[in-house]
């Protein structure tokens, strides 16, 4: 529009100049038309280019989230660690088996206790970070957090555990009606749970036992049914400082304690807990999970001891995980 304007203003000029300006016009509109020709093509191209370079970085960005999201850079992260509890437990030495297995050379497993490995899974969880811990259940953390267990496809960790009394050779003759509470105890995991979680949320151990206990007399009662009261005797129970075996052995200590026994609870790691047992310095303990976690303590002291049976059946142990983490296998951390 603003060349056919100023050709307007120039009407005095002569008809050759007109001409020569209409023939300079149409060239100008030419050109001008080649170059806006010329412009978009050359828009065309490099809009398609920076599709493709966007195309390309969004490959390059989905690999690069994959590869965070696999186990080579989840072990980057972790520094090849996995977070495990007391030295001493079967399922430390499951992991440590799991790692020759799985071929997890570059891997170490750390010993703590059962209470600092899941203070270092709650801030992990709270920040969304990775981590890898020995695991089990019946534990109060599978309600607290959303955690699962990594796929074990050579069964390393074995299937599911059961939680075994055992007593002290001539507990029968010493005291009978203990005996036979003990020998009658069985509970569910959602039992379990129910104590486990009252603690963990701030409840006194003791208290939160007793009011399971107020809360299932039917079941209480199937243990004690036509079970003498006694007056005062002592008896010694000794368990591994598991949040599960906390929830147990405080529970069955007040059932005993209800009979009019005397009781002391005494913590330790796993190997003096059995050999605590087979000594017969201690008279009792519901905390012997079989047939893999405890096998090798099984082995070294269970001809001196008396195994009741499973209080608790369906356990599980292994490695766990977050369930925001991106993988599913053992065999994952060895990519």
């Not at 490995?117 to 959303?146: C, R, S």
């Not at 129910?194 to 963990?200: G, Y």
């Not at 009019?260 to 008279?283: H, I, K, R």
């Amino acid at each position: 529009m603003k060349r056919r304007h100023q050709f307007g203003l120039a009407a005095g000029l002569s008809l050759s100049l007109l001409v020569t300006a209409c023939g300079a016009d149409n060239e100008n509109n030419a050109d001008t038309a080649d170059n806006n020709t010329n412009a978009e093509e050359n828009t065309a191209e490099n809009n398609a280019a920076d599709e493709n370079n966007n195309a390309v970085d969004n490959e390059d960005n989905e690999a690069a989230n994959d590869g965070e999201a696999g186990g080579g850079d989840y072990a980057e992260e972790l520094e090849h660690t996995i977070t495990g509890i007391d030295a001493g437990a079967g399922i430390m030495s499951a992991a440590d088996e799991a790692l020759e297995v799985y071929e997890l050379e570059d891997w170490t497993i750390t010993a703590s206790s059962d209470s600092a490995m899941t203070q270092e899974l709650a801030t992990a969880y709270e920040n969304e970070e990775p981590i890898v811990v020995t695991g089990w259940t019946p534990h109060w953390k599978f309600a607290e957090y959303d955690l699962k267990f990594l796929d074990d496809p050579e069964n390393v960790f074995g299937e599911a555990e059961d939680i075994h009394t055992f007593v002290r050779d001539g507990l029968s003759d010493d005291m009978p009606e203990a005996y036979e509470v003990l020998d009658n105890f069985e509970w569910t995991e959602d039992d379990m749970n129910e104590v486990m979680m009252e603690i963990q949320e701030g409840t006194d151990e003791e208290e939160a036992a007793r009011n399971w206990i107020d809360a299932n007399e039917d079941t209480v009662s199937e243990w004690t049914d036509g079970v003498d009261s006694v007056d005062g005797e002592e008896i010694d129970l000794v368990f591994v400082a598991w949040e599960s075996e906390i929830a147990s052995t405080n529970m069955i200590a007040l059932v005993l304690e209800d009979l009019g026994y005397e009781v002391t609870m005494d913590p330790l790691e796993a190997n003096f807990m059995f050999q605590a047992v087979a000594t017969g310095e201690a008279d009792a303990m519901v905390a012997a999970w079989l047939p893999l976690t405890h096998e090798h303590l099984v082995e070294d002291y269970g001809d001196d001891m008396e195994d009741l049976g499973a209080n608790l059946e369906g356990a599980r142990t292994g490695l766990v995980v977050p369930e925001y983490m991106d993988i599913d296998s053992i065999e994952d951390l060895n990519q």
